[in-house]
């Protein structure tokens, strides 16, 4: 999975296709992201410590990676995301389309 959290992205299909929006939650297990503003269901909740008012709620409901790209923080565009390895063991996530680094996803290898 090289979608992470904050990442910005484009829904490709279903009710919420062209929404451009914030990764929520990423869940590896089931290949699932939350997206901000995306398949929002209304929940109906009773009065509790937490929810003194009660009521309706708006939550976001996970939708499959796979119909989700991710938008180039650099370039803009939608985008496949690489990965690129630094001379010190260090792993990027790149655009496919700019070549630029999206985000450090490993550390630099500790020489011995
Ligand atoms: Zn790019």
């Excluded at 490709?12 to 901000?36: C, M, P």
């Excluded at 009773?46 to 370039?75: A, D």
């Amino acid at each position: 999975m090289r979608i992470k959290k904050n990442d910005q992205v484009l829904v490709l299909s279903g009710r919420y296709r062209g929404k451009q929006s914030r990764v929520l939650k990423v869940d590896a297990a089931s290949n699932t992201v939350k997206v901000e503003g995306v398949n929002i269901v209304k929940k109906h909740v009773r009065r509790s410590r937490r929810n003194p008012q009660g009521g309706m709620l708006t939550i976001e409901m996970p939708i499959p990676v796979s119909n989700v790209q991710l938008v180039c923080p650099v370039c803009g565009k939608r985008t496949r995301i690489g990965v690129r390895f630094a001379g010190d063991g260090s792993k990027f996530r790149v655009c496919k389309k700019c070549n630029a680094d999206i985000s450090q996803v490993s550390p630099a290898r500790e020489k011995r």
